[in-house]
């Protein structure tokens, strides 16, 4: 959640002074150490963070790469910085002299604003060509800061993630194919197909027709299970409406609302009017759990009191909204959750 927050924020900050700077400089101390800092490590540290790290090879001396990363000592990360308007896609003979001359596993091409991570997968302290994670820091998705945090200093594990990259390289390059097929598919792509279906010579008309029929029946799969998808969410909006209304309709004769749900619910308040304002928190009693909800929105829920059964449980969400119960022993226990029924506030208040 913190690399999250501090991503967002570097992205905001990056869209307001982008244009600003109007230097190599500005853009390191601007955009680039901001996200060294987000990772973890102490850019102040030049035992962890050192700039200009040289990496001599053979005859060329003074070479210098812009960060180098260390830990316990040994360096695990170099970082190649360009001003932001620049064009990374000429810059990766630099940084593979600088990769071999520093015996590092991982290295980082940015602009401030796009980041290109590399390694050794193809040969031992030679960088590959491509890189095996790509991304903007102005248009990040849920997936990609997963793999960003990888790199985390209270996270970083060399073998995990060369074992990872390797995954991410080669699944972005069959994407890519992938992608291209279906744009424009290709001889090989077409006579793949048209051989599994076609019992005759396949002569150029034949494979002619076959490469509109290929790409009509690729688009209609991938439109059908789009709408498979939307249909299958719809539905599932639709269940969770009925079930809210079932709720809403129930016998209120039945529902009885115990002491210590009520004191429970004033823990609950306690806790978080922390982060929530106290006429923003609402009982939802039911005949089979008292909800606390934000708003009174049976959509907002914050948490839940099960003390209908002989054993007491606290329910809390996650961020989409998955309950899951801890059991307490005594009202006061609430107090030893208070960690997460904050988390689930924040997820309304971010």
């Known amino acids: 959640m913190e690399l999250n927050n501090a991503l967002k924020d570097l992205s905001n900050r990056i869209t307001q002074l982008k244009e600003h ?18 990772l973890g490590y102490d850019t102040f540290n030049p035992v962890e963070v050192m700039p200009e790290y040289t990496a001599d090879i053979g005859l060329k001396k003074g070479e210098k790469v812009d960060y180098c990363i260390f830990q316990n000592e040994q360096p695990i990360l170099i970082v190649e910085c360009k001003h932001w308007k620049e064009d990374l896609s000429h810059h990766n003979s630099q940084l593979f002299r600088y990769f071999h001359a520093t015996k590092t596993r991982f290295a980082v091409l940015t602009n401030g604003i796009e980041y290109r991570f590399y390694t050794d997968l193809e040969e031992v302290n030679k960088m590959d060509e491509k890189p095996f994670l790509e991304f903007s820091i102005t248009h990040l998705k ?28 080669y699944t972005k390059e069959i994407r890519k194919i992938i992608h291209q097929e279906l744009q424009s598919p290709s001889y090989d792509f077409v006579r793949l197909f048209a051989g599994r279906v ?32 939307l249909n299958a969410a719809l539905d599932k909006e639709a269940e969770k409406q009925q079930e809210e209304e079932t709720l809403e309709g129930q016998d209120v004769s ?22 929530i304002a106290v006429n923003r928190i609402f009982p939802r009693d039911t005949q089979s759990y008292f909800g606390i909800l934000l708003d009174n929105n049976n959509r907002k829920p914050l948490c839940r009191l099960h003390f209908n059964g ?34 689930t506030a924040d997820y309304y208040t971010e």
């Open 254 to 275: 039945k529902i009885i609302t115990t002491e210590e749900e009520e004191e429970g619910f004033r823990i609950i308040v306690a806790i978080l009017r922390r982060k």
């Open 142 to 169: 849920e997936n990609v800061i997963h793999e960003i945090s990888k790199f985390h200093k209270s996270n970083f594990d060399i073998d995990k993630i060369v074992n990872n990259a390797s995954s991410l390289k």
């Open 21 to 38: 700077s109007t230097t190599e400089e500005s853009t390191k101390h601007a955009f680039v150490l901001p996200f060294i800092n987000a």
């Open 198 to 229: 076609y019992s005759g010579r396949l002569t150029e008309r034949v494979m002619d027709e076959f490469t509109e029929l290929i790409h009509k029946a690729f688009n209609q799969t991938i439109s059908n299970n789009v709408n498979d998808r």
């Open 310 to 343: 002989s054993k007491k449980y606290l329910g809390f969400f996650d961020e989409k909204k998955r309950e899951t119960k801890v059991q307490l022993t005594q009202l006061e226990d609430i107090y030893l959750h208070e960690k997460l029924l904050l988390q």
